[in-house]
Nanobody, 119 residues
Framework: QVQLQESGPGLVKPSQTLSLTCTVS??????????WSWIRQPPGKGLEWMGA???????YYRPSLKSRTFISRDTSKNQFTLQLNSVTPEDTAVYYC???????????WGQGTQVTVSS
């Protein structure tokens, strides 16, 4: 069974870069046909898919976040990472990593990590 765990700082200052890592166990991030995604939930709002890096290593981003988002992976550590540049308080949210058989279908989720953007 695949398990995912997010890690990273819980507090980021405005204009800085938010960086989170998702460590995967119980399966490989290069396994054919699976997609590894970042999703967030701002307070009082619904889930927002941010982007994904599939088994092939290519990347997909939410159009509204594409200019500020970078997703990468380290296959030797079985990890994938999220970088969100130029953050504002509107980027405050619980951030989740997840995986599934398609871009917007998730079958396993991390527990989520709270990130607050504040000076």
């Amino acid at each position: 069974q695949v398990q995912l765990q997010e890690s990273g700082p819980g507090l980021v200052k405005p204009s800085q870069t938010l960086s989170l890592t998702c460590t995967v166990s119980g399966g490989s991030i290069t396994t054919n046909y699976y997609y590894w995604s970042w999703i967030r939930q701002p307070p009082g709002k619904g889930l927002e898919w941010m982007g994904a890096i599939p088994y092939s290593g290519s990347t997909y981003y939410r159009p509204s976040l594409k200019s500020r988002t970078f997703i990468s992976r380290d296959t030797s550590k079985n990890q994938f990472t999220l970088q969100l540049n130029s953050v504002t308080p509107e980027d405050t949210a619980v951030y989740y990593c997840a995986h599934g058989p398609s871009l917007h279908t998730m079958v396993s989720w991390g527990q989520g990590t709270q990130v607050t953007v504040s000076s």
